[in-house]
């Protein structure tokens, strides 16, 4: 039997996502399979569960757990979600990079909107003496060119690869984040809403995304207008943790925007609401 003491093989988070994809395969699972096809305890499969299910993407029953739904949203790959909302991630980039002060240190997320912030500072020709921080590949060479000008600096973060996402996730993409202190930081997301706050698909992004929450004096989130309203697995933090959303030229719904606005958010969709930063 596995000593609970002992289960460090994977992160938490890590575990517990791969852990619902074998719960979604099967249909159900019980305690002592999932412990050895994990490598830990039942004590930890437990626990485990019970944190799935109050996130209510399972449902414990006796023995083990049962999927919610067989239908499980997939990630989809960079790639695509670049190709989505192209104008849209556009201004969300143009509107965040001009939040962005000389001097300033940025954690900046992984995500195809956060690739358009990305491409939005190198873009400002009045920036000098940035530091970005980072866990997306993609995002730190589409800064590069901001390095070679001499107005940026880059910082990857270090940590484990994401096939088909590329960004850097634990085991090891915490160590660097948790001694830095931000002046500002953008995170990306799958879901903005009003009670249940900001949410992402993956557990382990989501994790990453919660310590850059944690490691910024003000944090910002970053999302297209189909994320409005959303909810998903993995929880980043609530509204009132956040100082603004930017997202597309549409204003929200009406009753999105009260509950925004009742969690002190600033919602900026255009210049004006960005000079109010």
């Known amino acids: 039997m596995a000593d609970p003491e002992n289960d460090q093989q994977l992160p938490a988070?890590?575990?517990?996502?791969?852990?619902?994809?074998?719960?979604?395969?099967?249909g159900f699972a019980r305690v002592g399979e999932l412990g050895e096809t994990f490598g830990v305890s039942d004590v930890t499969v437990r626990a485990d569960l019970d944190e799935l299910d109050r996130l209510k993407a399972i449902r414990r029953v006796h023995g083990g757990a049962v999927i919610r739904s067989r239908q499980l949203q997939a990630e989809p790959t960079l790639e695509q979600a670049i190709g989505a909302s192209t104008a849209e991630k556009t201004t969300i980039g143009t509107l965040a990079a001009s939040l962005v002060r000389p001097g300033q240190s940025v954690l900046l997320d992984v995500g195809s909107t956060a690739l358009a912030v990305a491409e939005s500072l190198v873009a400002r020709g009045d920036l000098s003496d940035v530091v970005v921080i980072t866990n997306g590949l993609r995002i730190a060479l589409a800064l590069e060119p901001g390095v070679?000008?001499?107005?940026?600096?880059?910082?990857?973060?270090?940590?484990?690869?994401?096939?088909?996402?590329?960004?850097?996730v634990e085991p090891l993409a915490s160590s660097m984040i948790r001694g830095l202190h931000a002046d500002l930081?953008?995170?990306?997301?799958?879901?903005?809403?009003?009670a249940l706050g900001v949410t992402n698909l993956n557990l382990p992004e989501a994790q990453v995304k919660r310590l850059m929450l944690e490691s910024a004096s003000r944090a910002v989130i970053i999302a297209d207008r189909s994320k409005l309203g959303q909810v998903h697995l993995g929880t980043v933090g609530s509204l009132r943790e956040f100082d603004a959303l930017v997202t597309?030229?549409?204003?929200?719904?009406?009753?999105?925007?009260?509950?925004?606005?009742?969690?002190?958010?600033?919602?900026?969709?255009?210049?004006?609401?960005?000079?109010?930063?």
């Open 248 to 277: 597309g030229a549409a204003a929200a719904p009406d009753a999105l925007a009260e509950e925004y606005e009742q969690a002190g958010l600033l919602v900026v969709t255009d210049a004006a609401s960005a000079a109010r930063f």
């Open 13 to 26: 988070a890590l575990r517990r996502e791969r852990m619902l994809a074998v719960i979604d395969e099967r």
């Open 185 to 194: 930081a953008f995170i990306g997301c799958n879901g903005v809403d009003g």
């Open 148 to 168: 070679v000008a001499g107005r940026l600096t880059v910082i990857v973060s270090g940590g484990t690869l994401r096939p088909q996402q590329h960004s850097l």
